[in-house]
């Protein structure tokens, strides 16, 4: 385990979050599920009988070394939304948290777990929150890991761009030659950068959004967009994402 995985966890205990959960894609926003109001406070207690609670990735999963264990989640406010009938109010029950670091990694992630008694529908073309487990992924960094990770994301996406530009000169010289041969193999340049350009992004790229991040304890910083998943069939199944604010318990 990362050697100041406890007393980071530690240091979150009473920190208090607010939180939007967003159930749907981001590109198609009409079909969403807006569920705001939510807000919880992460409490130090471990839980010793996880029976009746959601299994955690990290503390459940195959390497529980780098997880802080499973610990109790206070929801103070249950999150709502709003339909033709008013508003509605959800029940996220059976609350947990644990921090996940591997000691080789420059970001940890707080994740927390729930129960969610009933779907939860805004109406027969909307988005669902299926039934089941719900589980919430922060992405959390030391300032030294925050910095090397945006110097990292900078230089990935800076060797991206290359590959852009790399394939529009390719495309312009395909289409100012009128040799048959040379259009062929400028399509080719061309295609071949694309693919890197995509290969670059997909392999390298951090995926947390790191330009929006904020202070929590332990000189920890928080990414305030998170990620809002469920498992179906051992696999990982994303429903959403989430934004968060921080304030006092």
Known sequence: PHPSLHDRT??????????????????????????????????????TDKSSYPPLPGADGPNPD???????LSVIKQPYFVSIEGLQQVE??????????????????????????????RNTHSASLPAGKLYLSLAVFTEEGLEETRARKIAVETRSESFLRERDDELELMQNTNNIL?????????????????????????????????????????????????KENGKQVLLGYATVGTSDP
């Open 10 to 47: 530690e240091a979150q205990a009473g920190v208090a979050l607010d939180i939007n959960l967003i159930i749907g894609g981001e590109s198609d926003q009409s079909q969403s599920i807006a569920l705001t109001g939510l807000r919880f406070q992460l409490n130090d207690e471990k839980i």
């Open 92 to 121: 996220l029950l059976q609350a947990c948290w644990e921090m996940v670091w591997r000691d080789d990694e420059p970001a940890g992630s707080i994740v927390c777990g729930f129960d969610v008694p009933a779907e939860v529908r």
């Open 66 to 72: 780098s997880s802080s264990g499973a610990r109790f």
């Open 182 to 230: 040379m259009k062929a193999v400028h399509y080719r340049n061309a295609f071949a950068a694309a693919e890197k350009f995509l290969m670059s992004k997909k392999k390298h790229l951090p995926d947390v959004p790191l330009e929006e991040v904020a202070s929590i304890g332990n000189e920890l910083f928080m990414c305030k967009k998170g990620k809002i998943w469920t």
